[in-house]
Every structure is written in structure tokens, then in C-alpha cells.
């Protein structure tokens, strides 16, 4: 791996409606070790956050009990695209209303790291302040405005809309 090599991190973040063992979420738990072995099984995948259960769900990064993480990296965004909007996993994004609340700021940020880099838990958080008070940057972007990753010419590609690249769907 080339030092002038970068790869795609991504955070988002959601307060689910209800407690991991209650039967309002329990379509996304009973999905969640599925979706992440798809992930690991996706072109292009690098690495996701995970605790020793596996999973990411369990990671406290806030006093709220109902408020969890997902972090992944990925070796470019159309292998991040394809797996969150062309894969099983669409079917189950499509149901977040029914898991997670309404969240009032960005939820999903992406930005580039040297490959063989792992972004923290306080990289990806603070990717989401910087995406929600200053909108898509070089430093933080969603999938509908797409910066080119440093060294790499040209400006932000906007992409077609779609509510859940937003960032605040």
C-alpha cells in the first residue's frame, strides 16, 4: 500500500425508538450480524468499528443508552455507495424510520484517510459537527456532494438527490 493511497471513512449515528431488547427494534437486530457480514463480504471494505460482541451497537459514546454508532472505511465511495444502496442492506435503511428517531442534525458524514489509517470514534463525531455546522467540505461530505480525495483535481461532484444520502433523511 502506497502512502498517497486514501480510503473512504464514514460514520452515522442514530437514537434508536426504543431499548436493544424491545420488540420495536427487533427487525434490526435480528438483521444487524447479517448486514455486517455482507459488509465484510463487499467489494471494496476495509474495516468497521466493533466492539468484542462484534458489533458497533454496544460502543458507549454518549450517556444516552439509545444513541449508537456505525463506522466503516472503505478503499473508495462507490464501494461504500454499492453496498448501502445496492445491496440487502437498502432493504433494511429503507425501515429506519421504524428504529431510530428523527435526527435533528447529520447523522452520516464522510471524509478520506491515508489508506492503513482507522479513523476514532472522536474523528467520526467530530466529522458530523463539522458537517452540520458548515456544510459538505473537504473534510466532511455526504454521498450527495462527493469531495475528491486529497492530490485528486477537481471540484465537489454533486450527485442526483436522494433523501438518504443527505445525511439527514
Request: glycine content about 8%.
Amino acid at each position: 500500500m502506497r502512502k498517497d493511497e486514501w480510503h473512504l471513512a464514514q460514520i452515522n449515528i442514530g437514537r434508536l425508538v426504543a431499548p436493544h431488547d424491545d420488540p420495536r427494534v427487533a427487525g434490526f437486530f435480528d438483521a444487524l450480524d447479517r448486514i455486517n457480514a455482507l459488509a465484510e463480504a463487499s467489494s471494496g471494505f476495509v474495516w468497521r468499528l466493533q466492539s468484542d460482541s462484534g458489533n458497533a451497537t454496544d460502543i458507549a459514546v454518549a450517556p444516552d443508552p439509545l444513541f449508537i454508532i456505525n463506522m466503516s472505511v472503505w478503499q473508495d465511495a462507490e464501494s461504500l455507495f454499492g453496498f448501502v444502496y445496492r445491496s440487502a442492506h437498502t432493504e433494511i435503511m429503507a425501515q429506519r424510520k421504524n428504529y431510530f428517531e428523527r435526527f435533528p442534525t447529520a447523522y452520516q458524514a464522510l471524509w478520506w484517510i491515508r489508506a492503513g489509517e482507522l479513523p476514532t470514534v472522536n474523528d467520526g463525531l467530530s466529522r458530523l459537527w463539522m458537517l452540520d455546522r458548515f456544510g459538505p467540505g473537504p473534510d466532511a461530505f455526504t454521498f450527495k456532494q462527493r469531495y475528491p480525495h486529497p492530490g485528486q483535481p477537481g471540484p465537489p461532484r454533486d450527485h442526483d438527490p436522494d433523501p438518504w444520502c443527505m445525511g439527514r433523511a
